[in-house]
């Protein structure tokens, strides 16, 4: 419980300091979400707190960081990176950092005339965030604290965003899951900010490699800013703890038109390291994106 009002004050320290909150621009991290195999909700691993920050503690290693590259297509010359790191200062609380950048590339200024002129337009987005995480028994909790920079040419702006997420396991095979992302820093919505929920279930389908094997399927929703809910679902095969392949579907609404966006996922693991490779069809329709993640962790 001492744990419990210390994250509750430190919660309420941070909103009741801080005013700003996430620049439009912010938006461009919506294209590394459609890599997302699973809901947002649901995200796990080191990186999985970009996206819901209960995840720093759901399965905490003592130290674990994580390195992801984002691209696109030279079409959509979109590209970035995810950092993250986490260490465990407790059996209970577990700390960690992340760091990303989102940027557009080659564009190029003209005038009247076709030939570019010196030097691309700078446009990008980069977020540094610190989190902290308590799980206890079936409830994990965590709180993440985001500061923003964004660049459109000559235009910048800042901003801070106070992020928190949850994950109930009130029964073994059935986990409940809710986040904020790019929540307003005195928890009020804007333009960017999004709430996820999700559910996911655990099926045990036999074994591999002399370790047992699962399927776990999920499904949730997202609401960013006003706009209408997307919701989708997805399905994990887990062969022992070596190998993943995962598939998630994804119901978006695109220019007043309805989307249907898949996602392919592939994670290998082996000693202390593990692979990530994805890829999704791009969000609302823009062309597919990949990702490609290195985890390395020392065990409890």
């Not at 691309?120 to 985001?146: F, K, M, N, T, Y």
């Amino acid at each position: 419980m001492l744990a419990l009002r210390r994250l509750a004050a430190l919660a309420v320290l941070i909103t009741g300091a801080v005013g700003a909150q996430a620049p439009p621009l912010t938006d461009l991290w919506r294209v590394a979400g459609s890599t997302l195999p699973q809901p947002a909700a649901l995200a796990s691993g080191p990186t999985g707190v970009f996206w819901n920050p209960a995840a720093l503690a759901a399965s905490p290693p003592l130290r674990t960081g994580s390195f992801e590259i984002l691209e696109t297509p030279d079409v959509l010359a979109l590209g970035g990176f995810l950092a993250s790191g986490q260490w465990r200062m407790t059996p209970r609380i577990v700390a960690g950092a992340v760091v990303g950048r989102m940027a557009v590339t080659d564009l190029v200024r003209t005038t009247t005339s076709p030939i570019a002129l010196p030097g691309e337009i700078p446009v990008h987005s980069q977020i540094a965030g610190l989190g902290v995480g308590w799980h206890g028994g079936p409830l994990v909790l965590g709180l993440l604290v985001r500061a923003h920079e964004t660049r459109l040419d000559a235009i910048r702006e800042g901003g801070l965003t106070t992020d928190a997420g949850l994950r109930w396991t009130p029964v073994a095979p059935i986990t409940l899951a809710a986040a904020t992302r790019f929540l307003g820093s005195r928890l009020q919505r804007n333009a960017v900010s999004e709430l996820n929920v999700g559910l996911e279930g655990t099926i045990p389908v036999g074994s591999a490699w002399g370790s047992p094997a699962r399927a776990v399927l999920g499904a949730g929703a997202g609401w960013h800013g006003a706009q209408h809910a997307e919701w989708g679902g997805g399905a994990v095969m887990v062969f022992s703890r070596r190998l993943s392949v995962s598939w998630g579907l994804t119901r978006e609404r695109a220019l007043e038109a309805i989307e249907w966006r898949h996602t392919l996922g592939l994670t290998f693991r082996t000693g202390h390291y593990t692979i990530h490779v994805a890829r999704g069809e791009g969000l609302n329709g823009l062309g597919p994106t990949y990702r490609l993640g290195l985890t390395a962790a020392t065990e409890r």
